[in-house]
Nanobody, 122 residues
C-alpha cells in the first residue's frame, strides 16, 4: 500500500509559478513510476507529467511541455512538479499517482493522492 499526500497548491496570477510536492507515507517510492494528473471542473482527469523510478526519463503532456518539470527525490520519498509560466487554463485539482510501470492514462496508476487545488487568475 502506498499513501500519497500532495501539497503546494494555491492561488497564483497568470505568469507565476508554483511547486507541488507529493510525499509518500511509510513506503519507499523508489520502486514506482510517478505521475501527475489534473482535473478541471466538468472535465476528465488528464495526464500532466510522469517519471520512471530513477527520475532519468520524464514525459509531459504537450500543453505543459517547456513550462512544467517533474522531478523526484527517492531518499525523501517525494515527487515534485515545478510549474512555471502558469496560465488560467492550468487551473485544476492536481493529483499525484504511483504504479509499478509508467503510463499516461489514469487507469494505469493504482495509487492516488487526494489532490491539491491550483487556481491561476488572469
Amino acid at each position: 500500500q502506498v499513501q500519497l499526500v500532495e501539497s503546494g497548491g494555491g492561488l497564483v496570477q497568470a505568469g507565476g509559478s508554483l511547486r507541488l510536492s507529493c510525499a509518500a507515507l511509510g513506503r519507499t517510492l523508489s520502486n514506482y513510476a510517478m505521475g501527475w494528473f489534473r482535473q478541471a471542473p466538468g472535465k476528465e482527469r488528464e495526464f500532466v507529467a510522469a517519471t520512471i523510478w530513477s527520475g532519468t526519463n520524464t514525459f509531459y503532456a504537450d500543453s505543459v511541455k517547456g513550462r512544467f518539470t517533474i522531478s523526484r527525490d527517492n531518499a525523501k520519498k517525494t515527487v515534485y512538479l515545478q510549474m512555471n509560466s502558469l496560465k488560467p487554463e492550468d487551473t485544476a485539482v492536481y493529483y499525484c499517482a504511483a504504479d509499478s510501470k509508467i503510463g499516461r492514462l489514469v487507469i494505469e496508476y493504482h495509487y492516488w493522492g487526494q489532490g491539491t487545488q491550483v487556481t491561476v487568475s488572469s
